[in-house]
């Protein structure tokens, strides 16, 4: 029986090892957008990684009024590109596959006001 059970432990630790192992080794993958550029304007911001692979948006933290289903609201908002953009070159695609905008004032959605800071980040590979 104490066999069996020196078994089922090396086993299970040798797994647990193994386990380690792989989790402390891997790293990022290499296709990541990359040599990122954020326009930033007093109304938004734009985006473009001309170099690597993925796709990416672009976020900016926006301060004014806005239109909510309970009614009008003021003060801080964010807003978002409307698309997952292309990292790379793609000379084929229009700038808004590749320079994804988050702007502050969108007249559809009701909202007008000013960036107050944005962001870049990855979406999905």
């Not at 926006?62 to 590109?81: K, M, W």
């Amino acid at each position: 029986m104490t066999a069996i059970w020196r078994r089922i432990i090396s086993s299970s630790a040798l797994l647990g090892l193994a386990a380690a192992a792989v989790v402390a080794t891997a790293g990022s993958a290499a296709a990541e957008p990359r040599d990122c550029v954020l326009d930033r304007s007093l109304t938004g911001a734009t985006g473009f990684c001309p170099g690597g692979d993925g796709y990416f948006t672009v976020e900016a933290d926006c301060i004014g009024v806005f239109v909510t289903p309970g009614g009008v609201g003021v003060g801080p908002y964010r807003q978002s590109s409307q698309r997952n953009a292309y990292a790379g070159p793609h000379p084929e695609m229009d700038a808004t596959q590749t320079h994804p905008r988050a702007e502050c004032n969108e007249f559809i959605t009701g909202h007008f006001g000013i960036a107050t800071d944005a962001r870049l980040y990855e979406t999905f590979r």
